[in-house]
């Protein structure tokens, strides 16, 4: 059950009619989920802003970093520039390398790319060990290029999935989540891989105190949008994301990695003064991901590689 089955309704937006960064227009999603053994708890989950060539037909986007103990590959071109090259791809920390040779080897396959040399693949990453054989090598640069290959619109699979398989939130499992507004004639969508901690928080009332759970972790959230943004309102978008962030109770500590993402499929350039409805409802939707990762993920056996020994991590449960 998602947030709002559970009769929990966060901001004065409405959402999409899939409550999903998918009701962006062409937005796809693809995972591959990877639970196997007693160990091995992780995935990848590729973001497509459009069906179209990327490489050649690239959509503005910002970056935003909060606090930058992370691996966001790409992450100076896409600011210098202010846009994508390449779909995004998320994946646990010491799988990064490999997302770049994934999202290098899907662009170089397009018959369009066949006199490309340089490609900016953009990668995002949180840390999967409390859960997941980390020092495996999984997922693979072929697992990660089914996500890329079977990306699809639609409903968004949320929770315990991709790159969310083996994610904790607040000392709870923690996941994929995703939730969507719209505001004045445009839609905007966000998706996380949730993987921090602080006091769990749900409007504003602390729900569970969880502070001593877990101290440490990180987020990664994407924004899709169809409006029409410059790459530095894009930018100051994804900025306000994180007051969503905040306000479920993230303790944005020296060991969080918090990045964002914001692209848009529109062109042109709405003025700044028409940005502050987008700003607000950016802020609800991230924490609608958030909640919406929480609940919809499930109780989790895995592997600590940190400790060396098996891990249980419960749901949360309203």
């Known amino acids: 059950m998602r947030a709002r089955e559970h009769g929990i309704k966060i901001g004065r937006f409405a959402p999409g009619p899939l409550n999903a960064i998918t009701d962006v227009a062409g937005v796809k999603i693809g995972h591959v ?5 007693e160990r091995t708890r992780t995935g990848a989950t590729a973001i497509l802003p459009h069906s179209d060539n990327v490489f050649t037909n690239r959509p503005r986007a910002g970056l935003s970093v909060l606090n930058g103990f992370g691996k966001f590959a790409g992450a100076t071109q896409l600011q210098e520039l202010g846009e994508l090259e390449t779909p995004i791809l998320l994946t646990n920390t010491l799988a990064t390398g490999r997302a770049v040779e994934a999202l290098v080897q899907h662009t170089l396959a397009h018959p369009e790319n066949k006199l490309v040399t340089s490609i900016n693949a953009v990668v995002g990453e949180t840390n999967d060990g409390r859960l997941n054989d980390i020092r495996a090598a999984r997922p693979s640069i072929e697992e990660m290029r089914v996500a890329l290959n079977t990306a699809s619109k639609g409903p968004v699979a949320e929770g315990a999935v991709g790159a969310g398989t083996g994610t904790i939130s607040f000392g709870l499992k923690g996941g994929v989540g995703t939730a969507s507004r719209l505001v004045e004639g445009h839609t905007l969508g ?12 749900v409007n504003g009332r602390e729900v569970r105190e969880t502070s001593k759970a877990d101290a440490d972790g990180s987020i990664v959230i994407v924004i899709a949008t169809d409006a029409s943004l410059c790459a530095r309102n894009l930018t100051r978008l994804a900025t306000r994301s994180f007051a969503g962030l905040a306000r479920i109770g993230s303790s944005l500590s020296n060991g969080s990695g918090d990045y964002a993402l914001a692209f848009t499929s529109a062109s042109g350039d709405m003025p700044n003064d028409q940005c502050s409805p987008l700003f607000e409802a950016v802020i609800e939707a991230t924490e609608e991901a958030i909640l919406n990762a929480l609940l919809a993920a499930r109780d989790m056996q895995g592997y600590d590689a940190l400790k060396d020994r098996p891990n249980l991590i419960r749901s949360l449960k309203l």
């Not at 989920?33 to 053994?37: A, H, S, V």
């Not at 966000?190 to 928080?201: A, D, E, M, P, W």
């Open 190 to 201: 966000v998706l996380v891989q949730s993987n921090f901690g602080g006091t769990l928080r």
């Open 33 to 37: 989920t990877l639970i196997e053994g």
